[in-house]
């Protein structure tokens, strides 16, 4: 009978370490306070009816003694937990980005390829993976119990996590936050797949009109957003070219990275954050369109980084006014 | 004050107390007094004990098996999320505060009535309506949304009657708002002469701290509630995405109470826990201040760790680590207090009556229930265990370990006080023992099913997990055996049970010096204190041997 789970990613040793640091010391303090209350309990046994006991009132020493070591052992647990935290929370920078989405009561991932899958995520082994997640209606939590790792997936706005599988397999991932009748049922399995494995099996089941760029391209001209969007800068909003990921001036004067986020609020909630010297013309599209469809414009905003940037008029930043 | 005799149970019970005092249906309904208000709500927190325990039995079944055993997915989401409405609004919350504290404040600190007699019995009535709103509920299409009522699960996509339960949650804060006022400005006023505030028992320290959080955290709470209602009836956008709300609002909104809501639902018991000790180990609490203080710490700090729950919405890494910290130091008021429960052991008498039992496996439960939050606390491993089944292990530890030993311990110890008859000690003692074992059964295992992976809420899981499920619903069948024994026998003490006469363990509470039952005035005449709380050594009225009691040494003790 295991008493944990498969260790198969980065964060997985650190968890467990945090475990069992946590464990033995609530042990030790379990342990001292029981075998004390047992042992008092028949010691000091009531030996004729009406004995009454020793009046001890307390002592300051002792007091001081019990606050004192425990908030320093707390704050031993607090350092470590937070360690493993913040490099959770903060993705390196040479990951494989694959967005995900849940709702009820099924989850759909995307690799970058553009290649869907339904309940099932297939990674390469030894490689940081990164997973953009947005829900289509409530709440979800997309977790790997393997990995030690989960992440609610909001609607709204995109939540990510990263971890790095380092043994090939397939693992158990569950939605583990609440959401409606088959909330049990809303699960699947991660296949950690060898680098070379994991290419044969993106490439051979890749087809292009699962392509996300070109359906993005596609919904880019569908929706009309290349009337504005020109590429060349000389339209009623700011080219798209080398916008991904660089720094955008705002019309309040601050700068912004152009990520995931970024521009998904831009397309839903276009007047928040205004680039600067244009008017708030664009219409919100809040409600038109899928999390899919987002996911494609991104996917086709995230083509054109490559793209040359016009001197003026373009969305991002030129490099001197960061 | 009384100096009669009081250590020796008479054959009779007083001619005249609270119960005969008046007859009739309409005497209760109407009634003031706060111990017939207590014994009121005794009967209707028994009802929704009785109602959310049955749910929690069908819940136990189901899991027999990984496809689920009983019920279809809908019914298991109704079942748990029933279970958690009953359980803590309608039990938990009101249960020691409204039964216990409402019969025994007054009393404690000699005074006639509560400060507001008739808003205590408002309080009731405003409890009967807001739990009739949620039977509503239950019985009209029931309930699927967790008790956490998430939006927008809650507030758009549910199918189940939200809003009577909403409505009814809602109007129930208003009885948790009243009693605290009630409790906080009796305390204040109507404390007997030479009561002064570091003479009051622990119990009453630790119910002026519930009474600051219901009065402060219960307001949050309802508008909350009050909130989802508005979007789910009239679709206005306060937490919907499509609506321009936000959905981590709710969190945050829901957590301000609900996480102090969980000291309601604790400090009241360690209340209990703090009287029945010393009376036990016939000596003075070991550091009565600092358990007084850590109450206070406790409701005060309470309010600053809600969002340890939500370190997984995708919050700022920032304020995770901040409220990691605190939820960090909320633990050491909790951990002063059992330290200080086990000092005053050392060297006293202990008697192994019942109520010390509950006290004794309380400190044992709590201490599994309150480590364990710092398993939870720990901001690196929260990522793994946060929405198992070691949640729902570690809260049933604090809950149902915690404030319901507390609870059950406190009805035994004070219910010759409030029936004027004792519980048959043997078949009680067998009952104390079957509840620790039971619990333990029932929960344990739910901490290796978390970390093995299993989320909570979940009507169906892997086979993997069917071991743990099957030992965890085999402990259940014997705590409720542990439940419905004490129900049984305290009913029949009710009649059957012998004579318990004024003060019979003897404690030291002014509670313990007028009769039992008490008349409806409490005293004859207003009491006057000339002790500190707890102290045996100079009361010669409890008839206990106090001569030499300073250099009392045990080891003479085979007499």
């Known amino acids: ?322 | 004050m009384s100096s009669t005799p009081s250590t020796t149970p008479g054959n009779q019970l007083p001619r005249e107390h609270y119960l005969n005092a008046t007859y009739g249906i309409r005497s209760w309904l109407l009634t003031t007094d706060h111990k017939r208000i207590a014994l009121l709500y005794l009967a209707s927190v028994t009802f929704f004990f009785f109602i959310g325990g049955a749910f929690a039995t069908m819940i136990r079944i189901h899991l027999l098996t990984p496809s689920g055993y009983l019920v279809t997915p809908e019914t298991y989401n109704k079942l748990f999320t029933m279970h958690g409405v009953a359980m803590i609004f309608f039990f938990l919350i009101p249960s020691i505060p409204a039964v216990l504290g409402n019969f025994l404040i007054p009393l404690m600190i000699g005074a006639k009535d509560l400060a507001f007699p008739k808003i205590n019995l408002l309080s009731w009535y405003i409890y009967l309506v807001g739990g009739s709103f949620v039977l509503y509920s239950f019985s009209t299409g029931g309930l699927d949304t967790g008790w956490t009522f998430y939006t927008p699960l809650s507030s758009v996509y549910s199918n189940s009657a939200v809003t009577p339960a909403v409505i009814g949650v809602f109007i129930n804060g208003f009885s948790s708002i009243l009693t605290g006022l009630n409790f906080i400005v009796t305390i204040h006023t109507m404390r007997a002469p030479g009561m002064t505030w570091f003479r009051l028992p622990l119990f009453v320290w630790a119910h002026y701290a519930t009474s600051i959080i219901f009065i402060l955290g219960t307001p949050v709470i309802a508008i909350t509630l009050l909130l989802a209602g508005l979007e789910r009836m009239f679709h206005l956008g306060f937490f919907n995405p499509v609506l321009g709300g936000d959905p981590i609002l709710f969190q945050h909104l829901f957590w301000f109470y609900s996480h102090p809501a969980v000291y309601i639902m604790i400090l009241p018991a360690m209340g209990v826990i703090s009287e029945i000790i010393p009376t036990f180990a016939r000596k003075p609490i070991f550091g009565y201040t600092f358990i007084a203080g850590s109450s206070i710490a406790i409701a005060v700090i309470g309010f600053f760790v809600w969002a340890h729950h939500m370190f997984l919405t995708g919050q700022s890494a920032y304020a995770a680590l901040t409220f990691s910290l605190l939820s960090y130091l909320v633990a050491i008021p909790s951990a002063v207090k059992v330290f200080n429960w086990t000092s005053t052991l050392f060297k006293g008498s202990i008697s192994y009556d019942t109520p010390m039992l509950y006290a004794l496996g309380f400190i044992g439960l709590f201490l599994v229930g309150g480590l364990t939050g710092l398993f939870l606390a720990c901001l690196g491993l929260d990522i793994h265990i946060h929405d198992t089944y070691f949640v729902v292990a570690h809260f049933h530890y604090i809950m149902v370990g915690g404030a319901v030993m507390g609870y059950v311990g406190g009805l035994h110890f004070w219910w010759p006080k409030i029936t004027g008859r004792l519980y048959p000690e043997f078949l009680a003692r067998i009952a104390a023992v079957t509840l620790f074992i039971g619990f333990n059964l029932t929960f344990f295992p739910q901490f290796i099913l978390g970390y093995l992976g299993m989320p909570r809420r979940y009507h169906s899981y892997p086979p993997e997990f069917q071991v743990f499920n099957v030992m965890s619903t085999a402990g259940a069948s014997i705590l409720a055996l542990g439940y419905l024994l004490p129900m049984i026998y305290l009913v029949w003490s009710m009649r059957y049970g012998q004579v318990a006469g004024r003060n019979p363990w003897p404690a030291t509470g002014l509670e313990w010096q007028t009769d039992s039952p008490p008349l409806t005035e409490n005293f004859d005449v207003t009491p006057e204190v000339t002790w500190e709380a707890y102290d045996f050594e100079n009361r010669p009225d409890l008839g206990l041997d106090v001569k030499g009691a300073p250099t009392l040494a045990p080891a003479h003790g085979d007499d």
């Open chain 1, 1 to 322: 009978m295991p008493l944990y789970p498969e260790q198969a990613s980065n964060f997985a040793p650190s968890v467990d370490a945090l475990m069992v640091y946590i464990t033995a010391v609530c042990l030790f303090f379990a342990v001292a306070i029981t075998v004390a209350v047992i042992y008092f309990f028949f010691k000091y046994r009531r030996k004729s009816a009406s004995e009454i006991g020793v009046p001890i009132h307390g002592d300051m020493r002792l007091e001081v003694t019990w606050l004192v070591v425990p908030a320093l052992l707390a704050l031993t647990m607090f350092a470590g937990g937070a360690v493993v935290y913040v490099d959770f929370r903060r993705s390196p920078m040479d990951t494989l980005d694959i967005y995900v989405i849940g709702k009820q009561w099924m989850w759909k991932a995307q690799q970058p390829t553009g290649l869907k899958e339904i309940n099932e995520l297939h990674v390469p082994v030894g490689r940081n993976v990164k997973l953009i997640m947005a829900s289509e209606d409530v709440i979800h939590n997309f977790s790997v119990p393997d990995f030690r790792v989960k992440m609610d997936v909001m609607p709204g706005h995109y939540n990510t996590m990263w971890f790095r599988p380092t043994k090939p397999g397939r693992y158990h991932f569950f939605c583990s936050q609440y959401c409606g009748t088959n909330h049990a049922l809303m699960g699947g399995w991660v296949t950690v797949m060898k680098v070379a494995d994991y290419q044969a099996w993106l490439s051979g089941s890749s087809s292009a009109d699962m392509n996300p760029v070109v359906a993005g391209e596609k919904l880019f001209a569908e929706k009309a957003c290349n009337t504005c969007h020109l590429p060349d800068g000389k339209g009623r909003a700011p080219s798209l070219n080398g916008l991904y990921e660089g720094r955008v001036l705002l019309a309040d004067g601050s700068t912004i990275t152009a990520d995931d986020a970024y521009i998904r609020e831009s397309i839903l909630a276009p007047a928040a954050k205004v680039v600067a010297g244009y008017q708030p013309v664009m219409p919100s599209f809040q409600g038109q369109l899928t999390e899919e469809q987002i996911l494609a414009l991104t996917a086709y905003i995230k083509s054109l980084q490559s793209q040359p940037v016009p001197a003026s008029g373009a969305g991002v930043a030129p490099a001197g006014k960061k």
